[in-house]
């Protein structure tokens, strides 16, 4: 497997903050005696965060802190690594990122989704249920 850079994006409806996703990240790697030595990455952002590392363990990470929110926390992969100069601002001289209006739409659509989500739990626990 090989190094992935994911994209953690909280629904504005959400509770929670970037901040706590990031904490929870950090938190996940000091208490994994598995990520010794690996090198994980964590980068807080406006809409939530980005976590790059081996693929698996980014995974795992990324399960984690969606139980923080489960129908208000999504990710996806990223194409390109933190801190990518590519991408970055400073050396393009500005601007918005390549993408960036792409991720602007999709978290403005999130809390339909959350809304969806919700709406096929309740159904389902209501067929289980009754």
Request: aromatic letters at 4%.
């Amino acid at each position: 497997m090989g190094i992935q850079t994911r994209v953690i994006m909280i629904a504005p409806d959400s509770e929670i903050t970037p901040e706590q996703v990031k904490s929870k990240i950090l938190s996940l790697i000091s208490e994994d005696v598995s990520t010794a030595g690996m090198d994980i990455r964590v980068k807080e952002t406006c809409f939530g965060a980005l976590v790059e590392g081996e693929e698996e363990k980014v995974r795992e990470i990324v399960e984690e802190v969606r139980k923080l929110d489960k129908n208000g926390i999504f990710s996806k992969p990223r194409g390109f690594p933190i801190g990518d100069p590519r991408i970055c601002r400073a050396t393009r001289k500005g601007g918005p990122r390549p993408g960036f209006h792409q991720l602007e739409l999709e978290y403005a659509l999130l809390p339909e989704v959350r809304a969806a989500l919700d709406k096929i739990e309740k159904k389902r626990e209501k067929e289980i249920g009754g």
